[in-house]
């Protein structure tokens, strides 16, 4: 296995069966590492859009719960709307979890492709960052 980049269209990505011999699996192999880096930004921005909303909608949710909880002169803390809360953090927290070992999963596939010393493949990985990072960011701002 050579250890510089090398342009070729033979090449064995990440798994046996993987195996690339001609330059329309190749051109099909780099399509498919893009949309994996494009995937990975969309999992970013995903992850921050999912903790923005969480913290808003548990921030609102707690001082409604204050206001309440002054009008009311109660010290009880096992009401319904406290549950509600903590169901929904948790669920929040959960789902991040879920996206943060799908984006940890795809970064290291994309990692361990671009150690194939591929230069086609490399450049499917640095275009597909920045194609998913062009479509992806622009979502944050729109919250």
């Known amino acids: ?10 090449v064995v990505l990440l798994f046996d069966f993987w195996s690339v011999h001609s330059p329309a699996g190749m ?10 880096a ?3 930004e969309g999992i970013k921005v995903g992850k921050a859009r999912l903790l923005h909303q969480a ?7 707690t001082s409604q719960q204050l206001i309440e909880e002054t009008d009311q002169h109660s010290s009880s803390s096992d009401s319904p709307q406290v549950s509600r ?5 948790f669920l929040c ?14 970064g290291y596939f994309m990692m361990l492709a671009v ?4 230069t086609w493949i490399f450049f499917g990985v ?12 622009p979502l944050l701002s729109m919250t």
Do not use: P
Request: no cysteine; charged share 5%; hydrophobic share 55%.
């Open 27 to 36: 051109a099909l192999s780099v399509l498919v590492v893009l949309l994996l």
């Open 55 to 61: 913290l808003t909608s548990l921030s609102i949710s």
């Open 85 to 89: 809360t903590h169901l929904r953090w």
């Open 115 to 118: 150690m194939s010393y591929n």
């Open 126 to 137: 640095v275009l597909g960052s920045g194609v998913g990072y062009y479509l992806a960011y």
């Open 1 to 10: 296995m050579a250890m510089h980049f090398i342009f070729s269209d033979e």
């Open 38 to 40: 494009v995937l990975y």
């Open 93 to 106: 927290h959960f789902g991040q979890s879920l996206l943060h070992v799908a984006q940890v999963v795809i």
